[in-house]
């Protein structure tokens, strides 16, 4: 559900940047740490139960079809996202604030 959700504003973000830097930009890399939600979006296929959850499946297969954006694996210990929305141990917490301190000093 969730990487459906933002599909839009990544398409508006790519759209965005290219505007007003006036250059061609790069198809925008989703990464995702769930191998099967990556397999349904880019093979199709699966059992889906409600008609709305199969929509959005096809919405996100046909935007990597069409090449407007890319999903990559990534390990769920890589995802620097879930810091914002999960609670992480003091390891991970410190891996997390080492990664945006990284991104703010350079």
Do not use: W
């Not at 504003?9 to 925008?28: D, K, R, W, Y």
């Not at 890399?29 to 990556?38: A, L």
């Amino acid at each position: 559900m969730a990487l459906t959700d933002y599909i839009g504003l990544v398409e508006s973000f790519a759209e965005f940047i290219g505007f007003i830097t006036n250059t061609p930009v790069q198809i925008p890399v989703i990464y995702q740490d769930s191998t099967s939600v990556i397999s349904l979006v880019t093979k199709g296929g699966g059992i889906v139960r409600t008609k709305h959850l199969r929509v959005r499946m096809n919405l996100c297969k046909e935007g990597v079809d069409q090449k407007k954006f890319r999903i990559v694996y990534i390990h769920t210990k890589r995802m620097i996202a879930d810091g914002c929305t999960k609670a992480l141990e003091k390891k991970d917490f410190e891996v997390f604030m080492n990664c945006l301190l990284d991104g703010i000093e350079k």
